[in-house]
């Protein structure tokens, strides 16, 4: 029974005999059929048990027919079932023909008249159509019943399982089932309020017993810990700096501890092994004597070989010396080295030797001959060595067989330069008065030789370049330069002098297209200049000797010049000026603020409300200050100088303080810990009247200057985060990440990110809760 649809038939009580029909048929087949036998009159009211009935009913068959259509009784149940969204079933025992109402006129009913009309099949139709969606059907007479239960205030609204259940109901409807009805929708609504109001008071419960736990369980913990961190900092002190360091920043990390004591030991300690392996600053630009001067091939770094065997990396954006370059072969063994494709050759009177930095040692075979090696160039795959000797021979070398490649070649003039064209066989050697361009290539099939052209020029070639994309060759004699097409050997600018005058041309460099050239000079300068027509775009001013290396950067923004003294200078190609490029209204601002020394005695950090200034009667010593309780403390609230303390100035992030004393130093402090991160001699003088310094605004760079009116760049890597990120950034690398034990492991990208950025930070003293951060 409980599948079956549950049936209230709607007659008129003169249709009686047809509605127990239908009632007698629909209940032998197992549908439960609701009927008012006693009759209803078309004057009386509908009584509250015909609306019970209704309610209760999943499907209402009116018995239609002329009776049924004239009688109000029911025509107010149709109305009473439209209200309730019941489905409406019309069994029709003769032609009702256009006086249906309109309520239902749309509605397909059965028919147990004429044609077709064999009541069996009717019945059979009638059952059928009864049935249709009969579950979702007869949850809608029951959600009904129970909505009108809690509209009358006898029942609750729907809770738990039973909300989740007419929820999915309501979304779940077949396209041709009744509507829910207002007052369902209305019970739904009230039971998700209800749950809602129920998690509220349960979260802010939970919460609340949370909290509670939490600030207990903190100063059981925090007391815990103060005495760890104390521990810990004691065995710190026996650690070397990186050891020390890996101790203490997981250590503090995820310590709850809030005493000062505690806190300031380990800061001592952090502070201590940072100044052991602070980041290290360099004078931007050094003066250097070098053996060569170039860009590194791929990165674009700029490197130099001293004459002491030592290689350094600078970094073309700033001019900063970045760190020791690649490992250059023992002096004893090569007093002399040449840079080419990122390789060393080394030259030793007799011999050349192709010396490979990643991995120390040498490449290849080594050459020996008779004569003296003056110069010598790599072929582009690295398997030729062309070595001139001073029996102005050129000699082709395999470092593969170690073997002649082909007979020597006597080019009857002294060899003064040669070099190898990018990407190709073709060698260019400048040779007494003309270039020699020489094509290799039958000579490495072991023909005897090979297609040479003849470059001429006016005078003994003494430097010559070629651009980075085999395009074209320049070279100079004297105070004559020339250039030409390495595709077709046209000449794109004849031989003929660029200056007036007794100016010799030193050193020569063409851009990586071969459209620009610098020029090196003994007049001290260095000119860019156009290669067509010679005309000079750029003078390159600063050196105060003559200019002997000139170099374009890979990608032809920067030039490189280095003089007799050993002075190394970057320009910007764009706009002729150094690099980096120093505000000069910045400068003399400062100077005008500071140079009298009494505005140096004070300054205020307005973010973290720190004050610093000269102790009176020390006035080597600054102190900082709290001026509000809401700042960490210090492990060293006293900036000790050497002299008398002659500038200050803070970075614009407040993070940094820079100081000039007239010992001629120049320092950097950490105002959150005072540590002192770099220390910088500004004047070889012992004593010097005055020393300012300040930021640039970017806060890379320090310029500092003196009463002699010497002025330096230092360059500095600014800090990001408190002391222990800053510890952090000091460990050494491993695969391109810091390995810190606090910090979860960090999957590899391009670039890979840095795993210090989530080390946690200093407390803030005062909050409830300890370390905050990632």
């Not at 140096?600 to 950090?605: D, G, N």
Request: aromatic letters at 6%; one cysteine or more.
């Amino acid at each position: 029974m409980a599948e079956r649809s549950r049936i209230f038939i709607s007659y008129s009580h003169k249709d009686r005999e047809r509605a127990d029909f239908l009632c007698d048929a629909l209940r032998e087949r197992g549908h439960p059929v609701l009927i008012d036998r006693e009759g209803i009159f078309e004057a009386e009211h509908i009584s509250a048990r015909i609306r019970e009935m209704i309610q209760g009913s999943d499907v209402v068959v009116p018995v239609l027919g002329p009776n049924w259509i004239e009688s109000p009784a029911c025509r107010m149940e149709m109305h009473l079932a439209l209200e309730l969204n019941k489905r409406l079933l019309p069994a029709a025992f003769e032609d009702v023909g256009p006086i249906l109402p309109d309520e239902i006129r749309e509605i397909n009913y059965v028919r147990f008249y004429g044609r077709g009309g064999d009541r069996e099949n009717a019945l059979n139709r009638l059952d059928r159509a009864l049935d249709r969606d009969i579950a979702w059907v007869r949850d809608h007479t029951r959600y009904g019943e129970l909505a009108s239960r809690w509209a009358s205030g006898a029942g609750l609204e729907p809770r738990g399982r039973e909300l989740k259940d007419m929820q999915r109901w309501i979304e779940r409807r077949p396209r041709d089932a009744p509507e829910p009805t207002e007052e369902q929708r209305a019970y739904l609504r009230a039971g998700q309020r209800h749950r809602k109001i129920t998690r509220w008071v349960s979260s802010f419960t939970i919460g609340a017993l949370s909290m509670a736990a939490m600030i207990i369980g903190f100063f059981w913990l925090s007391n815990r810990q103060c005495e760890s961190m104390r521990d810990w900092a004691s065995e710190a002190e026996t650690l070397e700096p990186v050891a020390a360091i890996r101790l203490m920043l997981p250590a503090a990390a995820m310590s709850l501890c809030r005493a000062d004591d505690a806190w300031l030991q380990v800061l001592g300690e952090l502070g201590r092994a940072v100044q052991g392996q602070r980041l290290r600053a360099m004078i931007t630009l050094p003066d250097t004597h070098a053996q060569f001067i170039d860009f590194l091939p791929g990165s674009g770094q700029v490197i130099t070989g001293g004459l002491d065997g030592h290689a350094m990396l600078y970094d073309p954006a700033t001019g900063a010396a970045m760190a020791d370059g690649p490992a250059m072969p023992d002096r004893d063994v090569a007093p002399r080295v040449l840079l080419d494709q990122g390789l060393f050759l080394a030259l030793h009177d007799t011999r050349a030797t192709v010396w490979n930095p990643e991995t120390r040692s040498v490449l290849g075979m080594p050459y020996r001959g008779a004569a003296r090696v003056l110069a010598a160039t790599l072929s582009p795959d690295r398997d030729t060595l062309v070595v001139a000797t001073a029996a102005n021979q050129l000699r082709f070398h395999s470092l593969i067989s170690g073997r002649a490649l082909r007979e020597p070649l006597d080019l009857g003039d002294d060899i003064t330069a040669l070099s190898f064209v990018p990407d190709s066989a073709r060698v260019v050697v400048a040779a007494g008065p003309a270039l020699r361009v020489i094509d290799l290539v039958p000579a490495l099939d072991g023909r005897s030789a090979g297609l040479e052209h003849v470059l001429p020029m006016p005078g003994p070639v003494t430097t010559l370049s070629v651009s980075a994309d085999g395009s074209t060759v320049a070279a100079a004699s004297g105070n004559q330069v020339g250039a030409w097409d390495l595709t077709t050997f046209d000449e794109l600018l004849t031989p003929s002098a660029l200056y007036l005058g007794g100016v010799n041309i030193l050193g020569l460099g063409l851009s990586p297209d071969g459209l620009r050239m610098v020029v090196g000079a003994d007049d001290n300068r260095a000119r860019v200049h156009d290669v067509p027509t010679g005309k000079i775009l750029l003078n390159l001013l600063g050196h105060r000797d003559p200019v002997r290396t000139v170099r374009f950067s890979p990608r032809g923004d920067l030039v490189l010049t280095h003089d007799a003294a050993g002075v190394m200078r970057l320009f910007d190609v764009s706009t002729g000026l150094l690099v980096p490029t120093i505000p000069n209204q910045m400068v003399e601002a400062v100077i005008s603020a500071t140079e009298a020394g009494a505005n140096a005695s004070r300054a205020e950090l307005e973010g973290t409300g720190i004050r610093i200034s000269v102790l009176p009667n020390q006035e080597n010593v600054l102190a900082l200050r709290h001026e509000g309780d809401g700042a960490p403390p210090f492990y060293n609230n006293r900036l000790l100088h050497e002299g008398f303390v002659t500038s200050m100035a803070l970075s614009s992030d407040e993070r940094l303080l820079v100081t000039g004393a007239d010992d001629g130093q120049v320092r950097v402090w950490d105002t959150q810990t005072g540590l002192q991160l770099y220390q910088f001699s500004h004047s070889r003088d012992a004593l010097v009247p005055f020393v300012g310094a300040d930021f640039t605004p970017e806060g890379d760079h320090i310029v500092s200057w003196d009463s002699n009116e010497v002025r330096q760049v230092w360059a500095i890597e600014p800090l990001q985060g408190d002391l222990f990120q800053t510890a952090c950034r000091l460990l050494p690398f491993q695969d391109g990440v810091r390995s810190v034990e606090a910090v979860d492991a960090v999957a590899a990208a391009d670039p890979p990110p840095d795993p210090c950025d989530n080390v946690r930070l200093l407390p803030q003293w005062g909050a409830i809760l300890g370390l905050g951060g990632g």
